[in-house]
């Protein structure tokens, strides 16, 4: 009966497997150009980093320029600025619309009249009433 060997066998040309089944140098040469690919990367992308920080740079200054330049309004409505002056003007305003006398339409004869005095007219005459038997 054959029992097996504890004892490694030894190749007859006296080489190690290992060194064959493990070229160092070709791993070696592929850690090289990672390293490399990675160097030119990073010196690649400060290159086109400063180009594109030049570029918004121009891009600002002819922004800037513009808006120096010219001071365009947008169209309305816009946002309001100091809101109390505002609003003071247009109370201002209705109150100049509800309070006063002016022609609407001087063709036709209609004219705006204060609110009081609208409601003493309806108070003297009372409101108009619907003729009988017409429906709405």
Known sequence: MHSPSTDPVKNPSGADFADRDIPVSKILVFGFYIALFTAVSFV???FLYLALDRKAERADEAVAAFARETR???PEPRLQVDEPATWAREKARQQAMISGYEWVDANAGVVR???????????????PARAEGVSP
Do not use: Y
């Open 44 to 46: 690649g992308l400060r």
């Open 72 to 74: 365009v309004l947008p």
């Open 113 to 127: 009249i204060p609110v009081e005095r609208a409601m003493e007219i309806l108070a003297e005459r009372g409101l």
